[in-house]
């Protein structure tokens, strides 16, 4: 009788989920762990019960023919109608698809390859050395653990992470793991200049000039995640990575072979496909306040995979640790009579905490700043 009422009370249920993520957290293994001790059968705080019942959006996979366009930056320094021709694709994927792929964008193949590996021989390495590295504090240079919102969240993720801010200062090399150090100081420098040229080029596809977005600071801060996503026994039931959209200004995305990268379009979930050599570039919701919604912040998610570890590597163009006032609001030579400003000012600091403390619950933090 009492197991019966206690099972039901849905207090005492909180309370095993709660006693079940600190066990989870206290692993210090993360997801992967988990993997590795053979688990048949995810545990109950990775259920998503949407899926399970098949009632969100994911019953309609796929139905319109699509796919993220491709856009070839070659030869765009010494042509100008080339270059313009270039500009007129990234702005016409930013306003619909908010997200593009870039190909012949200056970071060799063979450095996106080893980022992968460092990636992976992070998580893959000796689990005592990896455990020193697992904080829930986020003020540590090199932050790993397995969902920053595992406390939060409706539902955990199959999915292990580690962050660092690499600019605009930079960990010291000693404070980075030997696993993924040098590897990930050189891709983030080309990730910082291929940033800048696209904060030009998309600068220039809304018209202004083409130190505008720069000159705004959108591109001082970068944040470096390195996401590790083990194979699933149980796929269907559980995700790589909860709907949710980027609060960056643009994102810079790298993953292997494995996919399962989903975008949210015109109420369906539409495949990403990893693209050889390409890397995916997508607008984030700072760069839609600031272009009153010229460009899209798409929401998309990660399904989990049974064929896994699936590794990808997520560069967020942002500034929130730059301790800065200064307010972001819809930039004001795009505001009209016909246009008027659809958000109010907020700083970088505020936007991104709310972000933060609402964690990937499948609503977008801009609702929140809409006039
Ligand atoms: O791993 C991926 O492909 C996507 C990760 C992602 O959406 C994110 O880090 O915001
Ligand atoms: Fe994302």
């Known amino acids: 009788m009492e197991t019966v009422m206690e099972s039901s009370n849905p207090i005492s249920s909180k309370f095993d989920r709660a006693s079940e993520l600190k066990a989870f957290d206290d692993t210090k293994a993360g997801v992967k762990g988990l993997v590795d001790a053979g688990v048949e059968k995810i545990p109950q705080i990775f259920h998503i019960p949407s899926l399970q019942a098949n009632a969100d959006?994911?019953?309609?996979?796929?139905?319109?023919?699509f796919s993220i366009p491709i856009i070839d930056l070659k030869g765009i320094d010494n042509n100008s109608r080339l270059r313009e021709e270039i500009v007129a694709q990234i702005s016409h994927a930013s306003e619909t698809w908010g997200f593009f792929q870039v190909v012949n964008h200056g970071i060799p193949v063979e450095l996106m390859e080893e980022m992968l590996h460092g990636v992976r021989r992070f998580y893959e390495q000796d689990d005592e050395i990896k455990k020193q590295y697992y904080t829930r504090d986020l003020t540590k240079k090199f932050v790993y653990h397995t969902n920053f919102d595992l406390f939060t969240a409706p539902a955990a993720n199959w999915r292990d992470t580690f962050f660092s801010y690499m600019a605009p200062n930079p960990p010291k090399p000693e404070e980075l793991p030997a696993?993924?150090?040098?590897?990930?100081?050189?891709?983030?420098?080309?990730v910082m200049s291929l940033g800048h040229r696209l904060l030009v080029l998309l600068s220039e596809a809304l018209g202004l000039e083409p130190t505008h977005l720069i000159d705004m600071d959108c591109a001082n801060?970068?944040?470096?995640?390195?996401?590790?996503?083990p194979a699933c026994p149980q796929p269907e039931l559980t995700l790589g990575a909860s709907k949710h959209s980027d609060d960056s200004f643009l994102t810079v995305l790298l993953q292997d072979q494995i996919g399962g990268l989903q975008i949210f379009l015109e109420n369906q979930w539409i495949d990403v496909p990893p693209a050889p050599g390409a890397l995916l570039i997508n607008i984030g919701d700072l760069l839609q306040l600031v272009s009153n919604d010229k460009f899209k912040s798409i929401q998309h998610r990660v399904l989990a995979n049974k064929e896994g570890p699936r590794v990808s590597v997520a560069c967020f163009f942002s500034t929130s640790l730059v301790p800065t006032a200064k307010l972001y609001g819809p930039i004001k030579e795009l505001i009209t009579e016909d246009n008027p400003p659809k958000y109010r000012e907020t700083t970088i600091h505020e936007f991104v905490s709310y972000n933060f403390s609402k964690g990937l619950d499948g609503v977008s933090s801009l609702l929140h700043f809409k006039i």
């Open 57 to 65: 959006e994911g019953a309609n996979v796929n139905k319109v023919n």
């Open 179 to 190: 696993a993924c150090r040098d590897i990930q100081i050189e891709y983030s420098k080309h």
């Open 221 to 229: 801060g970068l944040t470096f995640v390195g996401h590790y996503y």
